[in-house]
């Protein structure tokens, strides 16, 4: 490329910046001096031997230093001003994306219960399967096994430990591996569903932990986000999240409504993680806890067993309607009246999720059946124990009759001309 053409390429993008220029060797100078300091941020975050080759093939072609400058403004100006301008380098959507090419993640959570002392969580987790919770001061750890379907819970203070193990379990094509992505959108970051992205604004750019981040916020109806991205990454360097509604802390305890905060920094993607720190056995000299939940395939008991939690929960009455969303509302009221504004204890809590489990696999044992099976609930209102009215109906594949559930929970196979009216 002649020096005419270098000094028209240079001018010509110099007027765009509405901007003018003369160049000298002098000006080529100042011009390549000021374009790697510009750089110099940027370079710190790229692998020595990608910086190395680049400087080698500006330096190695056969072009005058006006050459070289003329790349390194137009690298600066055009490429790297999408890491250091002030538009977004990442969609909000695009930060999960960012997370899925991670294998390992390691990070501090910060949480704040209103009214209780702040308690500080490490998380790690190895990509597929493998989460590691460490609450501190107690020094309480929570270990997960997705692949072995196995989570351990180990309390050093008095060296008790449970293990927790799903038996029965169905395969599901989309239920494994559970990568960081997964785990973030299932247990972490729901705001991240793609039904909340357009809540998500991207509101400027802030140098944190020595790395420029592009922030966004994103609002849920529980709370909102406020997340860090790497500019370079895309990976998320630091959030903030409140939630007014049901939540919990790292270790699985709900806290009914009351405010919280959370606070997650001081991440390390693709660092290195002894893998034995995620072994599920119980460390010698613990008392120990067996527990097993069977997650079966929903049978038509499951309905009557969610059925009776529901009445249960709800002094005595049917839900107006069998639909999750009412289901929720009455384990959640419940879970507050136990609670009484305070954090529930671990009885409690396992008393919960066996609610919890049984009031979900009854919606999954209707939400299979389809329209041929002619579901329908009549419960609105009706009082546990009464025999004589229809609670449900349903007719089974395959099946000349339906299958009945009266207010005392007892089932009949009704033929269709039979069905009350």
Known sequence: ???????????????????????????????????????????????????????????????????????????????????????ASVAWGGILECIQAANTVSYKVTSQVENEPERVSHVMFISPNLLRKQVLPDGNINIHNYRERKRLTIRPENKTASVLEYINVTQNADDLPIDIKRYFERHLWEYFRPDYEESSEFIGNEKIDGHLADIFTAKHKRGQIKVWADRITGLPIRAEISSRGLGGDDMGNFHNGIPLTYVLSDFVWDGYIDESLFSIEVPVGYKT?????????????????????????????????????????????????????????????????????????????????????????????????????????????DSEFYRVIYGDLSVEDVAPEDLPK
């Not at 005419?4 to 509405?18: H, V």
């Not at 002098?26 to 020595?48: C, F, I, N, W, Y």
């Not at 080698?56 to 600066?76: D, P, S």
């Not at 959640?332 to 671990?346: H, I, V, W």
Request: hydrophobic share 40%; with cysteine.
């Open 1 to 87: 490329m002649s020096y005419k053409k270098i000094e028209n390429l240079i001018k010509n993008f110099c007027d765009a910046q509405r901007s003018e220029v003369k160049t000298t060797p002098q000006m080529d100078e100042r011009v390549l001096t000021g374009a790697l300091s510009a750089h110099k941020e940027s370079k710190q975050t790229q692998p020595a031997d990608i910086q190395q080759n680049i400087w080698r093939t500006i330096m190695k072609t056969k072009i005058t230093k006006l050459a070289a400058a003329a790349v390194i403004i137009i690298a600066v100006f055009v490429g790297i001003n999408s890491f250091f301008g002030t538009g």
């Open 289 to 397: 806890k067996q527990h097993k939940i069977d997650v079966s395939e929903p049978t038509e008991k499951a309905m009557i067993d969610s059925l009776t939690v529901c009445a249960q929960l709800s002094d005595g009455i049917f839900p107006t309607r069998f639909k999750e969303k009412t289901l929720t509302k009455i384990w959640k009221d419940s879970m507050k009246r136990e609670a009484g504004g305070k954090p529930l204890t671990q009885d409690k809590q396992a008393a919960l999720y066996q609610n919890i489990l049984k009031m979900k696999a009854g919606f999954d044992f209707v939400s299979k059946l389809k329209d041929h099976n002619d579901w329908q609930y009549f419960g609105d209102g009706i009082k546990l124990g009464d025999s004589e009215v229809v609670i449900c109906w349903w007719r089974p594949d």
